[in-house]
């Protein structure tokens, strides 16, 4: 599935999207694998050499920002939230069809610091979240 079908541009810093947000009995967020490879791919890769596709997406459901990893097991067009996570949401009866903001590449690497993971790859400009290289990348194709 192309990105611009699940996100399109909302700012320099995010991309928004729908999709449905459910439970999962595992310790983090997941979406289905293929297409957490494939926004990783047109988002967060740079097309430098060889780069990681299973770095994990950053996402924001109301105002709480998390790592999105990939899982074989979870439907498309899902977010599966640990109970930890779901529980500070106003999602009552899942699965919900929600906002999701995914965070551009140097957003993600600018939260990804602050939270102690692994950066999604990419440099940016002194860690303003805002990649002068990254003029709306693949938006639209």
Not at 49 to 68: C, I, N, Q, T, Y
Not at 82 to 97: Q, Y
């Amino acid at each position: 599935m192309c990105i611009v079908t699940m996100f399109e541009v909302f700012s320099r810093s995010y991309y928004l999207g729908r999709l449905y947000v459910t439970p999962t009995d595992a310790d983090r967020a997941l979406m289905h694998s293929g297409q957490h490879e494939r926004i990783n791919e047109e988002v967060y890769a740079t097309g430098d050499g060889v780069e990681r596709l299973d770095a994990p997406l950053v996402m924001k459901l109301e105002s709480r920002h998390f790592p999105v990893h990939g899982d074989e097991s979870v439907p498309a067009n899902t977010l599966a939230l640990p109970a930890w996570l779901l529980d500070d949401t106003e999602v009552r009866n899942p699965p919900s069809l929600r906002e999701v903001w995914l965070a551009r590449r140097g957003r993600a690497r600018q939260l990804l610091e602050f939270i102690g993971g692994s950066p999604a790859g990419g440099d940016t400009d002194s860690g303003s979240g805002f990649d002068p290289s990254d003029e709306y990348p693949n938006a639209g194709t």
